[in-house]
């Protein structure tokens, strides 16, 4: 594992975006992730903001009422953890080597995006403020010095495997609050975000992966992926793998 991450970075840091669908197997890659890599590296993982206590399931109850409040908590929150993640990794001593970032802002402004045109729980006025906000918020981002090492991943799942994961995991009240028709918008609007993202001045590169976090060997898989990618010359576009 620890191979293809001292080659990507050239002995440096890597930061690892995680974004996908909802249950598409993000905090499991991400939490095994840590648990691996660690034996081996400084790691650090930072999991996806707003799964505080029983702040989404207070969510989901209460959707339209909350929906506003909840993208600008979900938004204020991974701008503050972008800044720690900055502060953490440049002035701690023995800094980690490896960060794993669970759900990124720009995966987070997908489903502020989603709601607002395909449902209704986020208005004009309220997705007017979000945007402000979240303009900040990847200026802020684009400022940070990210490391040699920056990839985006996208764990890309069918739309009925990530309902039936939500139902799996006993998650059965986001699976009940949306539908497959919401599923399927989420993922497309991720791939435009992805485009998108090719307007930055510098972009790091970006992968969607074909993902099922049911394999027995979710972290195997994810390192084979990423042995075999660092070889390939980078030119900044989205590659599917």
Not at 144 to 155: D, K, M, Q, R
Not at 209 to 220: E, K, Q, R, T, Y
Request: glycine share 6%; proline share 4%; net charge negative.
């Amino acid at each position: 594992m620890s191979k293809w991450i001292h080659e990507f970075s050239k002995g440096g840091r890597v930061s690892i975006y995680v974004d996908g669908n909802i249950s598409s197997g993000k905090s499991t890659l991400c939490s095994q992730l840590e648990e691996q890599c660690s034996e081996v590296i400084t790691t650090v993982a930072y999991p996806e903001m707003g799964h505080e206590g029983s702040t989404i399931e207070i969510y989901l109850r209460n959707i339209n009422a909350l929906s506003a409040m909840f993208q600008a908590h979900m938004l204020s929150m991974c701008d503050a953890r972008e800044m720690l993640t900055t502060l953490h990794t440049s002035i701690v001593p023995d800094s980690p080597k490896l960060v794993i970032v669970d759900r990124s802002i720009t995966g987070n402004g997908v489903f502020a995006v989603t709601n607002h045109l395909f449902t209704d729980s986020l208005g004009e006025k309220e997705m007017e403020f979000y945007t402000s906000n979240y303009e900040k918020a990847m200026r802020r981002a684009k400022g940070i010095p990210f490391a040699h090492g920056t990839v985006s991943v996208y764990l890309h799942a069918e739309s009925h495997d990530s309902i039936r994961r939500c139902l799996k995991r006993s998650r059965d009240i986001e699976a009940s609050s949306y539908n497959v028709p919401y599923f399927k918008n989420l993922e497309c609007m991720a791939m435009l975000a992805l485009l998108a993202n090719l307007s930055l001045d510098s972009p790091h590169p970006q992968l969607v992966l074909d993902w099922c976090d049911d394999v027995s060997d979710p972290c195997g898989r994810f390192g084979a992926i990423m042995k075999g990618w660092v070889s390939r010359p980078l030119d900044g576009t989205p590659t599917r793998v």
